[in-house]
């Protein structure tokens, strides 16, 4: 197992320092990931999918050694994340690299393309020689579909385009070749066209090197083409996960149906109810009672409110609904 993350947890406690400070006695808490529990396999692609404040990109964090989580165990081929980072933190980098949202905001407009590329070389003190470094670069932005690379070296990232920076962006993970990679929402800043071939560059650096790959996002129409498991996550928690093609066919969490039939799909045939919820997400520091979902959810009982409901499963498909798996609640996409 590439990656085992097991009951997660991440709280905020806002106003900390004032509330140790003052002696306040009820302070604030955020809870931005509450109880996560996902697997991943080498060469498989996890997607995670949900509104913006669902807690998506601070698990990103966590798993890539960013946040240190409150609660729960992290395990990476076997070993505890908080360990490893503990007793080496660079060689837990050499094996875990993110990918992050904004191509713009995360290269330094100072460098150059090789400099942005070799630098995590560099911070590894692996004792490469200049022209080694420059090597390592240019396979790595080959690899990348950056070519030829040698054209790129010399220049800034203002020179580029944006599909072209988010390209140096994934070069730089891959070049110290790691076994894990989380994209946190890759292709939310990319026009249409350039999206897929991002999508495409991905998958197939997954299939050829046998890495793990954790795809953030919240559009779900680029979920298809990449992922292999889906997880669905909301207020904190994943709602809905299995393989991504049952998830698609037979949804049967109320968001996750909700999130479908919001989702654009080019197929004419395909036919999707409206989404019937409304509202917004509620904050992370006031969850509601019960099932979290229930003040927007369509199929809300009494129970719903009262009681957190436990995870329902139908092989690999699980879901944390009340009715998870009922035939009335499921939902089946027909082409």
Known sequence: MLLDVQDLAKHYVLGEGFSNLFGLSNPQKIRAVDGVSLRLQPGEVLGLVGESGCGKSTLARILV???SPSSGALLFNGNDIAEDIKSNRKLFHQKVQMIFQDPYGSLNPQHTIEEIVTRPLIYQRLGLSKAELRERAIAALN??????????????PHELSGGQRQRVCIARALVLQPDLIVADEPISMLDVSIKWSIVRLLKRLVKERNIGLIYIT???SSVPAICDKLAIMYLGRVVESGLCDDIFKHATHPYTQA??????????????GRPNISGVIPNASDIPAGCRFHPRCPNAQPQCEMEQPAERHKGYHRAECH?????????????
């Open 65 to 67: 050694g960013l946040e």
């Open 143 to 156: 690899d990348a579909e950056m070519m030829p690379a040698e054209r790129y070296l010399n220049k800034f």
């Open 218 to 220: 919240h559009d779900l």
């Open 259 to 272: 999130l479908l039939a919001a989702s654009p799909n080019p197929n004419p045939d395909i036919r999707r």
């Open 323 to 335: 009715f998870a798996f009922d035939a009335k609640t499921e939902v089946t996409n027909r082409a």
